[in-house]
């Protein structure tokens, strides 16, 4: 094993034992070298001020070197700003930015010890880091059964994983901590699980309530209480937009000091919170009560980075940075977040006005970009080749019953039509029967 890696693990099994015990075998390997070009180039962007011939990029009278079809588009920039390599870590002064804004959104982490967030290809390739550092063949992804279906990719196809699925709601429509329980628990003998808490919830839109926040935290809590090390991660692909009585906060700030036995991870990023899809800036952050686990793992993460895309795209953190200091990010995002609440609730109000009798049902959703419909009787893949074929409406069928419906990219006053193209699909197809 490299130094490195072993001088990582030395720090980890010192300071964070069930941490360190979490670790995959790749995790346990890997390290970010502190020898070599990037260690000698970052040495000499310090010293050299005559010349530095180290990094692969080309200058040109002083700058990076540029096409000006390219600058002519990006000419609000400084070359430096955006042809450069970026940091493997991601921009220092977007990574304390994205730090302040996960602050005074979540003031229950205020106070807990964190580490800067570091910078990943949007969530997935966030996700991917810890599936990397933490999944090894045979660990358990405890996931609910309305899911993102690639964690399975990320999880179970690279690395192996078993994939853990437990309802999301109970019987009362909420959401089904005791289904959580049990498929945690269920884990006793191997010692160790990862567990996704994904809200708002992709594909039903759903965010637990305050009190079923607290029932998720008393769940890991009790996990770890019966020597379960548990890899919580949250990912807040959504995060911000709340549109009803539910937690306004990621369950990361009361995850970060739960317990030693509990490693709480924030997957989140500009993607969908600031509409910026095609920018791919996502974020990874880690809790401890020990500042030397938290460097070691910023050490490891920067090495899975290294070990595969080296580093970020520097444009798009850019432009994401000037966002964030903007004196008008606050006000545009508020008008945004208006627009999308008021489709949510547009959609739910179409619901429960009674107009589509009882074809569907619909799971209870109060956040995020979905929700998903209940079919009666029909079959969720038949009614979307319908929908596409003979209406041009594009939906997503999930299993044999279930539709899910993006109201996020449907302007308001479409929303009415849409379901009642829906509506027809369903009942022409029961009516052929």
Not at 216 to 238: F, H, L, P, Q
Request: glycine residues 8%; charged residues 25%; hydrophobic residues 40%.
């Amino acid at each position: 094993m490299n130094p490195l890696a072993r001088q990582l693990n030395e720090t980890l099994q010192a300071e964070s034992p069930d941490v360190y015990a979490m670790l995959s075998g790749l995790g346990k390997a890997i390290y970010f070298p502190k020898e070599g070009i990037l260690s000698q180039s970052a040495e000499a962007k310090a010293k050299a001020k005559k010349y530095n011939a180290t990094i692969g990029i080309a200058i040109e009278d002083g700058k990076p070197m540029h096409l000006k079809v390219i600058q002519d588009t990006l000419s609000a920039y400084d070359p430096k700003d955006i042809y450069e390599y970026a940091p493997p870590a991601g921009k220092p002064e977007l990574r304390a930015a994205w730090k302040a804004k996960m602050l005074k959104e979540n003031p229950s982490v205020e106070g807990k010890t964190i580490s800067n967030p570091v910078a990943t290809n949007a969530l997935t390739h966030g996700l991917s880091i810890v599936a990397d550092l933490f999944a090894d063949a045979g660990d358990a992804v405890i996931i609910p059964n309305k899911n993102w279906e690639n964690y399975e990719l990320t999880f179970g196809i690279r690395r192996g994983a078993e994939i853990v699925e437990y309802p999301l709601y109970n019987e009362n429509n909420r959401f089904n901590a005791a289904g959580l329980r049990e498929a945690l628990l269920a884990q006793k003998d191997k010692g160790k699980a990862i567990v996704i808490l994904n809200f708002p919830n992709n594909p039903t839109g759903y965010t637990p309530g305050p009190e079923e926040g607290d029932e998720i935290i008393a769940v890991i809590r009790e996990a770890a209480e019966a020597g379960i090390n548990v890899v919580a991660v949250t990912d807040d692909a959504y995060f911000g937009l709340f549109f009803e009585d539910s937690v306004h906060e990621s369950l990361f700030g009361k995850l970060a000091d739960l317990h030693p036995r509990v490693l709480a991870v924030k997957v989140d990023g500009a993607t969908k919170e600031e509409y910026v899809w095609g920018f791919r800036v996502g974020f990874i952050t880690y809790a401890s009560q020990s500042d030397n686990t938290l460097v070691a793992l910023e050490q490891k993460t920067m090495g899975i980075i290294r070990a595969t895309i080296s580093s970020g795209p520097h444009p798009s953190q850019t432009f994401v940075l000037r966002a964030l200091q903007s004196p008008e990010f606050e006000a545009q995002k508020a008008e945004k977040y208006e627009i999308m609440k008021q489709r949510a609730n547009r959609v739910k109000s179409l619901l429960d006005s009674g107009r589509y009798g009882d074809v569907w049902g619909y799971y209870p959703f109060n956040s995020g970009y979905f929700m998903c419909l209940k079919l009666n009787g029909v079959s969720a893949e038949e009614v979307r080749t319908r929908l596409l074929d003979q209406y041009g409406v594009g939906t997503i069928a999930l299993g044999e019953t279930d539709l899910r419906v993006a109201f996020s990219c449907i302007e308001e006053p479409n929303l009415e039509e849409l379901f009642d193209t829906i509506y027809k699909a369903v009942t022409e197809i029961s009516g052929s029967r």
